[in-house]
Structure formats: structure tokens, C-alpha cells
């Protein structure tokens, strides 16, 4: 069995890249993924597709063809344009019906897989402590503050545990951000650096080759 303290961790990571990342994105990405596998809702989504390239197509063709010179011709494609797009526009309509309930169970198996269990842990093992303390290391008010709420004094409980892991989490990530802009800031000054002495370069050459024609 994992450690309760790596469960913790592990559990505040992945709340924060939830919350990164995303609710909608997150969403986005597993309906992408459920189309790929060999479902009905698969299949419609590829019908989809293909009437909607075939609209698009129809429509070009329609604006390509005078309703005066080829009256016959552009009603023809006029009719097959209304007929596709009404499929299209029902297909649609089907597939955002179903995504609408797809989004609502991904977002409440979502929080059920992060905040829910965040809550059922820390409410089951309230009472039991992660680690103890030296005896004395800290005062007696700050001993009961690292056990809140219902943890041994002198122990830390697996509310403030989660607290500082949260802590942790945020700050590495800020660092890791603050990190990758200050790389991307220095690879921008160094292009800008190679690029002025090729400039003076140039503006010398054209310097000597007026002082020549004079």
C-alpha cells in the first residue's frame, strides 16, 4: 500500500494540473480521445465531418454558378445544398446534445478523481497522524495548530500535510514558469545580438562602396 504521505502529494499535483491546465481543456481532449475509440458517437462525428466538407463544397460550386446564365444548374445545386445542410445541422445538433452530458460526467468524475477524494481522505484519516514531532522542537500553541483538527498534539495531521504539499506544488510551478520565460527572454536577446553585427556589416559595405563611386 502507498504511502498516505506520497497519496497526499500525488493527489495535490494533480489538483493543481487540473486547475492549470483546465476544466474545459481537459474536457475537450478526453472527447477527442472517446471519438477514437469505435463507438456510435464515433461514427456520427466522422458523418459530421464529411457532410461538412461536403456543404462547403456545394456552397463553393453554388457561388460559382450564376442563378441567372444557369438558373436550371444553380437550383439543382441549391436543393442539394439545402438537403446536406439540414443533415448537417441535425447531425450537430445530436452531437452537442450528447457532449453536453459527456462534459457534465467528465466534471464530476473529475472532481470526484481530485477534490472528492481529497475530502473522503483527510475526513477518514483525520485522526491519524503522518509523522510525529521532536518532543519540544516547537511551542505547545503550534504543536496543536500542525495537528488541527483532530490529529494527536505533537503529530502533523493530513490537513496541514496537504496544505504544504499545495504550498510546495504552487511554488515549483511558479518556478518552473518563471524558469522557461527567462530561457525564452535570453534565446530572443541572443538572436537580436547576431542580428545587429550583420547589419553594421551591411551599412559598412554600403558606406565604402559610395565613397568608391565618388
Known sequence: MPSLLLVV?????LIHLVN?????????LLWILYNKLPTSTSANVAAQTTLRREVVRLKREMNATSSQ?????WAKIRRQYDKVLAEYDQKTQALQSFKTS?????GVLRWLGTNGLRMFIQFWF????????????????????LAFPRAPTGSISIQVWGIACASVVQIASMAVVAAWRLSTQQQKVGGKGREEPMKMGAVGGSARGEKKEL
Not at 20 to 28: D, E, K, L, Q
Not at 69 to 73: N, V
Not at 102 to 106: C, I, K, N, P, R
Open 69 to 73: 446564365d444557369e438558373f436550371a444548374k
Open 9 to 13: 502529494f500525488v493527489l495535490q499535483v
Open 20 to 28: 492549470t491546465v483546465g476544466a474545459g481543456a481537459i474536457s475537450n
Open 102 to 106: 459527456f462534459d457534465s460526467a467528465v
Open 126 to 145: 483525520a485522526k491519524r497522524p503522518l509523522f510525529w514531532l521532536p518532543r519540544g522542537w516547537v511551542p505547545a500553541y503550534v504543536e496543536w495548530i
